[in-house]
């Protein structure tokens, strides 16, 4: 389905909701109706709920049809949820000034007039959802101890940056990537997801994706793992070679950052295959306690598989995006992933007595998706690796 026809659909499924509120309220028995005030009280809000609900989850079979995905779903729960309360909140008190017959108007009940006040308050929330939060980016920092037998004394500065997920490069990704570079990390990690557009749409924004990709620079390097959104397009990889940056695919890498010795592993998207494992298991096997060991990942599930107290001294994911929506509390619904979900939702965590970061990214879902970002800003991050703490 393209993005055109989606759009149409995702604005007439509203429509249909909305004038399914709007028979509720405005039934055509008030016209002939005795009282002398028709009265809209809690009840017909409830119904009008109801109803809407109902007519929602029969709409799901054509649109599934249609070629509709779980995100678009949401995408339209999401849309109703901003938009049709405050319309209905608009209609209640709307109708107390519509004129009847023989000059009779509508009542609105007390209830009905806060629950419309109240409503009107999902619609600033749902602005700052859409059009504030996913561009209030964060850097968060956080300290990783490593293992006393880890030679070195120096402290390795890494940067992380996942998940931009753009369809074309605009100012914010370029001060993303400035933000990061101007923390001077000692090597940079991106655990995937850079582009989500067609490989016509890649092809378009080859010159640009060169250009801020071009940007990042470390002494111990730039490394980049496939994410999903990463999958099939196959000028990805001469896009990463011109601009510097090293794509790890069932790899590792030894460099070495003042006095310590540092291995990098990265996997494929799939975490289960013979490939990937392999170089899980080389991390985790190969002789040595000198050198310190990080494994990069798009998906943190692949921390579910190492053993307990790993040789792995730190694996890097994304893919979770945090959940994007956080409800205080509780934490994010969906994450899309087997890790915990407060694990899932970001930070620095300690999983099997594993350390593993999972960055909350740049960008946001895209195709379907809502772009929307709740209690769960986007990040860049910078960890600091040393001895200075028991791991």
Not at 130 to 153: D, M
């Amino acid at each position: 389905m393209s993005q055109q026809t989606f759009s149409l659909v995702v604005i007439l499924s509203t429509l249909i909701d909305f004038f399914v509120i709007a028979a509720v309220f405005f039934r055509t028995r008030w016209l002939g109706e005795r009282r002398d005030s028709p009265v809209i009280g809690m009840g017909h809000v409830l119904s009008a709920v109801l109803i809407t609900g109902l007519v929602f989850v029969i709409k799901l079979t054509p649109l599934t049809l249609l070629g509709f995905n779980l995100f678009g779903v949401i995408n339209l729960i999401y849309i109703d949820l901003v938009i049709l309360p405050p319309a209905t909140a608009m209609t209640i008190l709307g109708a107390s000034y519509l004129p009847l017959r023989e000059g009779r108007r509508v009542t609105v009940s007390k209830s009905a007039r806060i629950f419309a006040a109240g409503a009107f308050a999902l619609l600033p929330i749902g602005l700052y959802a859409s059009w504030i939060e996913p561009f209030r980016l964060q850097l968060e920092t956080a300290q990783v101890p490593l293992a006393p037998t880890r030679q070195g004394k120096t402290t390795i500065r890494i940067g992380v940056i996942a998940d931009l997920q753009t369809s074309r490069i605009t100012d914010y990704e370029r001060s993303a990537f400035d933000r990061l570079m101007a923390l001077r990390p000692d090597l940079i990690l991106m655990p995937g997801d850079l582009f989500q557009g067609s490989e016509k749409d890649l092809e378009a924004n080859r010159a640009d994706l060169i250009a801020l990709l071009s940007q990042l620079s470390a002494p111990g390097g730039v490394y980049f793992v496939l994410g999903d959104v990463d999958q099939g397009h196959y000028g990805l990889e001469e896009i990463l070679q011109a601009a510097g940056i090293r794509l790890l695919v069932n790899e590792t890498t030894r460099i070495k950052l003042g006095d310590r010795q540092v291995t990098i592993g990265g996997i494929e998207l799939d975490v289960s295959t013979g490939q990937a494992r392999g170089t899980v298991h080389q991390l985790e096997t190969d002789p040595g306690v000198d050198d310190v060991r990080i494994l990069v990942a798009h998906r943190p599930d692949v921390a579910l598989g190492l053993k307990r107290r790993s040789r792995i001294d730190l694996t890097v994911a994304g893919h979770t995006h945090g959940g994007q929506i956080v409800i205080p509390g509780f934490g994010p619904p969906m994450t899309l992933s087997d890790v915990p979900r407060p694990v899932a939702a970001g930070g620095l965590h300690s999983l099997l007595e594993n350390r593993l970061y999972v960055s909350r990214g740049v960008g946001c879902e895209r195709g379907q998706a809502p772009r929307i970002r709740f209690f769960c800003p986007p990040e860049i991050s910078l960890l600091q690796l040393d001895n200075s703490h028991p791991k």
